[in-house]
T-cell receptor
Framework: QKEVEQNSGPLSVPEGAIASLNCTYSDRGSQSFFWYRQYSGKSPELIMSIYSNGDKEDGRFTAQLNKASQYVSLLIRDSQPSDSATYLCAPCTTSGTYKYIFGTGTRLKVLA | EAQVTQNPRYLITVTGKKLTVTCSQNMNHEYMSWYRQDPGLGLRQIYY???????DKGDVPEGYKVSRKEKRNFPLILESPSPNQTSLYFC??????????????FGPGTRLTVL
């Protein structure tokens, strides 16, 4: 079992729709969870961070965390063609040192 | 502007020729890290540093060295590069202060080709 699992996609959604990206992780010691957006050949850019169970909203983005199910998701409302990118899920464990594990990412395509 | 910088951005070299990729951050961050990214394998951590003079191996440290003599700088050294080290490299930093301030910020990346 991979430490962080994401559907590689591509996930195709029409412009204006809601895109739902999912991630499961295996390390129950993970305490912080990050979503990064990465355009091809560019560096990862932080989109959302979440630390507690429940939802966290920031503009068009909502992160959802369920530690009991070891599941974290990212919703993108009113998807735009500029949202087309690969989205990386990254749980972090902070016991003693910082251990970040990145998923291989989900490729999102927003169709105009 | 708060940022992580890397140099060079692109490098083509030959097997066995020592090289250094520099990384610098201006955010006074404690934690710095190097990753490589390969198609289908995602981001894999090479080395990380919790503070000056404190470094540790990540998941794929073989063939690499690092040093942390100053808080802002974290160079990646390839003493004898081989073609399997051809990759896209990212440096990242985070404050390391607490659980809720440990998001990583990434440099622009260095595309390395070893012939």
């Amino acid at each position: 079992q991979k430490e962080v699992e994401q559907n590689s996609g591509p996930l195709s959604v029409p412009e204006g729709a809601i895109a739902s990206l999912n991630c499961t992780y295996s390390d129950r010691g993970s305490q912080s969870f990050f979503w990064y957006r990465q355009y091809s050949g560019k560096s990862p850019e932080l989109i959302m961070s979440i630390y507690s169970n429940g939802d966290k909203e920031d503009g068009r983005f909502t992160a959802q965390l369920n530690k009991a199910s070891q599941y974290v998701s990212l919703l993108i409302r009113d998807s735009q063609p500029s949202d087309s990118a690969t989205y990386l899920c990254a749980p972090c464990t902070t016991s003693g040192t910082y251990k970040y594990i990145f998923g291989t990412g989900t490729r999102l395509k927003v169709l105009a | 502007e708060a940022q992580v910088t890397q140099n060079p951005r692109y490098l083509i070299t030959v097997t066995g020729k020592k090289l250094t990729v520099t990384c610098s951050q201006n955010m006074n961050h404690e934690y710095m890290s190097w990753y490589r990214q390969d198609p289908g394998l995602g981001l894999r951590q090479i080395y990380y540093s919790m503070n000056v003079e404190v470094t540790d191996k990540g998941d794929v440290p073989e063939g690499y060295k690092v040093s942390r003599k100053e808080k802002r700088n974290f160079p990646l050294i390839l003493e004898s590069p081989s073609p399997n080290q051809t990759s896209l490299y990212f440096c990242a930093s985070s404050s390391g202060l607490s659980r809720e301030y440990n998001e990583q910020f990434f440099g622009p990346g260095t595309r390395l080709t070893v012939l």
